[in-house]
């Protein structure tokens, strides 16, 4: 710094006040143009850590995740809260941890020890979490997770609302033997996603009929085998829990001398590129918002936006629409 202030020739007072852009500092136009030309020649750069001693926190945004950066559609997250962190001058630090708890636990340290602004700890599939302990030390909120009882702020999906834009998709094509492939696995997604076709049929004044919904697992095998008796049920549309889910119902209909969308509608759940966009026809889906996930969790993280009562901030979970859903023909 007072190298700067010599090359500038002004006082290191007057320097400190440039860079650290101190307000209400009484500097004329043409030192601090000086000064910030030495600061460009010199190459000088501020004393991050001292700052961080008066500060309190770094610029510094942790994401602790399970296994987002392995997961391709999921690895949106990370994009969206890098994006944001980047808007408002954080930089994000990202531990990827594969469900290891020993590499949890250090990089969370890690990042407590570099004095994090706060920390986004985040599921690359939507559940319950207990959050590691080491959190309370740090404002912390949880992203595609939620802990129970609400105990720190949360960003989710809201899968009730993707439910039932998956069935009004079908619906406005003029269905109404709609089948849903569930899950058989308890989860948020199992219990909103049912509800959400549920209420879809309920507000198109269609009648629910238990013996067009069934769990399945959540692959292409469980829709390959699913696929058979929903089409006994006579069955003109379904909505599959996810897109790999879609492709098994696509390989049951070719193998049955059918077709997609012409002999049955198809819409899956997810929007992961590299099935729904490449199937053909293309896959008419419901997008989990990953990117918005992310650059909701930041906001919240900064104070920007707040949850509601319940501690949550839910996003909403767009239709994609494409080729696998067209008007059914008149009886």
């Known amino acids: 710094m007072r190298d700067v202030a010599e090359a500038a020739g002004v006082s290191v007072s007057t320097v400190s006040h440039v860079v650290n852009d101190k307000k209400g500092a009484r500097i004329g136009k043409e030192a601090r143009e000086r000064v910030l030309r030495a600061v460009r020649e010199l190459g000088y750069r501020p004393n991050a850590m001292a700052k961080v001693l008066v500060k309190g926190h770094s610029r510094f ?29 954080y930089v994000l630090l990202v531990a990827n941890t594969e469900g290891n708890e020993a590499a949890e636990t250090e990089a969370i340290a890690m990042m407590l020890e570099h004095k994090v602004r706060g920390v986004l700890y985040s599921a690359w599939y939507h559940r319950a979490v207990e959050p590691p302990p080491a959190l309370a030390e740090t404002d912390c909120v949880l992203v595609n997770c939620f ?28 269905h109404r033997r709609i089948a849903f492939i569930n899950t058989t696995s308890p989860s948020p997604a199992h ?17 629910f009929d238990p013996s067009l919904v069934v769990d399945a697992q959540p692959d292409q095998e469980g829709g390959f085998e699913a ?38 509608a198809v819409v899956g759940f997810d929007n992961q590129d590299v099935i729904s966009a490449h199937l ?25 936006d707040r949850p509601a009562d319940d501690g949550r901030v839910v996003v909403d979970c767009p239709p994609v629409h494409r080729a696998s859903v067209t008007a059914i023909a008149p009886a």
């Open 61 to 89: 945004l942790g994401l602790v995740a399970d296994a987002i950066a392995s997961t391709p559609f999921a690895g949106q997250i990370i994009r969206g809260a890098q994006d944001e962190a980047w808007r408002h001058g």
């Open 191 to 207: 219990d909103g996603r049912l509800q959400g076709y549920r209420q879809a049929l309920a507000d198109a004044g269609v009648p």
């Open 227 to 264: 696929i058979g008796p929903l089409l006994a049920q006579g069955a003109t549309g379904v909505f599959c829990h996810n897109d790999r889910v879609a492709m098994g119902v696509y390989d049951g209909v070719r193998e049955r001398g059918l077709r997609v969308p012409q002999d049955l």
């Open 147 to 174: 802990a129970p009882g609400g105990a720190l702020p949360a960003v989710v999906p809201d899968e009730v609302a993707g439910g039932q834009e998956a069935t009004r998709m079908l619906l406005a094509a003029g």
């Open 280 to 304: 053909r026809p293309p896959l008419s889906t419901v997008a989990l918002p990953h990117y918005e996930l992310g650059r909701m969790g930041v906001r919240v993280l900064l104070g920007l």
